[in-house]
């Protein structure tokens, strides 16, 4: 099983910025966790981060092709992009959105997600941890549409 886990805007700053909100953990640290519990899955993740729009549609579009699901941190884009979306939406693949806060205890305009309502559900206010249940889940939701393989 191979998933696309894609970071959106700022996440390339995480373990510096706001770490009583994000945490003192890297994304690099996070993505190396990833790694070994994807390796315990028998999930190959592919990792992605970029602070552009188009760039992550771009990913989306492309993973159409080869990934069985993806996982998605559109950090500030969550609120705001139609077309980020419209991309997940497009994309026969199961993706799950995750925060690493709890977007819905937090200022009201970062409580309504607009990409949240193309994905198959949302995983927020866990810290890293939450990357980890959405591979759980991605996992899951593997098994059910696809039994026996």
């Known amino acids: 099983m191979e998933i696309l886990i894609l970071h959106g805007p700022n996440l390339n700053l995480l373990g510096e910025r706001d770490t009583a909100q994000y945490g003192a953990l890297t ?5 190396e966790r990833l790694r070994s519990e994807a390796q315990r899955l028998d999930i190959q993740p592919r990792f992605f981060q970029s602070n552009h729009e188009g760039v992550l549609i771009d990913s989306l579009h492309e993973a159409r092709h080869w990934a069985s699901g993806v996982l998605i941190n559109p950090a500030g884009l969550t609120h705001t992009s139609v077309a980020l979306r ?3 939406e497009a994309i026969p693949v ?5 925060h690493l806060s709890n977007i ?17 559900g949302v995983i927020a206010g866990f810290g890293w941890n939450s990357y980890i ?6 996992t899951e939701l593997n098994k059910r549409d696809n039994p026996g393989a």
């Open 27 to 31: 994304l690099t640290d996070i993505e």
């Open 104 to 120: 819905f205890a937090r200022e009201p305009f970062r409580r309504e997600s607009l990409t949240a309502q193309a994905c198959v």
């Open 94 to 98: 199961p993706t799950i959105e995750v």
């Open 86 to 88: 419209d991309a997940i």
């Open 133 to 138: 249940l959405g591979l759980h889940a991605l």
